[in-house]
């Protein structure tokens, strides 16, 4: 087959949560006999400490100004039908709302969602009204249920859209792929193959793409019009 070496990239991971998965990487150290194994891996960072966590989750404000919002419209749909309907069904406006929140904006926002839909359930949709105070002991009952569903249902929401955007995102890279190819097929010479992968793939990672292409003379550029710390790289590189 005349294949001699593969170079492969390999992902830290974290052998407490994958304590028995083995990586490709470490299979085919192990038996790939007769074959030069390199791996390109990222580099280590430490362990995220909670106020690493804590900023993670509170990064972008904007997300749950958006979330209540929608906290706003499923307290107006349900202030709508409260006269018309028994009240713990109008907490099916809150896990619709929280659902739409996990979908849009992720988990941290739809947990404080959460949180918050129980009280404005209990202020506008319990006896008294305006109240958090309630007459019947059934509502801890409710309550709870209202908040465990829309954690779980939030948490699934927000993993699914999360997959969805990944999933997305192969494709379009698939996609590219499959024009790069036909592209670079479709051109002749190295200048013109060089502005074709470029353009290319300037689309898909929307970012500045320069290619260091190695000639007879030495390493050119392109595109041409490359910054001065790119030619810097280039002169480096021979």
Excluded at 99 to 119: C, D, E, H, R, W
Aim: proline residues 3%; positive net charge.
């Amino acid at each position: 087959h005349g294949i001699t070496r593969i170079i492969i990239g390999h992902r830290i991971q974290s052998k407490k949560l994958h304590p028995l998965r083995t990586s490709l990487s470490q299979e085919l150290i192990e038996r790939g006999y007769g074959f030069e194994i390199t791996t390109i891996s990222e580099e280590a960072t430490p362990a995220e400490g909670l106020i690493g966590r804590w900023r993670r989750f509170i990064s972008n404000p904007t997300r749950y100004l958006y979330g209540l919002m929608v906290l706003a419209v499923c307290t107006a749909l349900g202030m709508l039908f409260r006269d018309f309907t028994d009240s713990t069904n109008l907490a099916m406006f809150y896990l619709a709302g929280v659902v739409l929140i996990a979908a849009k904006f992720g988990t941290g926002p739809s947990t404080i969602a959460s949180l918050l839909s129980i009280a404005l359930f209990n202020f506008f949709f319990t006896r008294p009204y305006y109240s958090f105070e309630f007459y019947e002991t059934d509502y801890y009952f409710t309550f709870a249920a209202m908040f465990v569903t829309s954690l779980v249902v939030g948490s699934l929401a927000a993993k699914l859209s999360i997959q969805a955007k990944h999933a997305r995102r192969r494709e379009q890279e698939t996609s590219a792929l499959y024009e790069l190819t036909r592209g670079l097929s479709a051109v002749r010479g190295i200048g013109k193959m060089a502005d074709t992968a470029i353009s290319l793939l300037a689309d898909v990672y929307r970012m500045e793409i320069v290619l260091f292409v190695a000639e007879q003379d030495g390493i050119s550029l392109h595109p041409k019009t490359a910054s001065a710390d790119d030619v810097k790289e280039a002169s480096v590189a021979r």
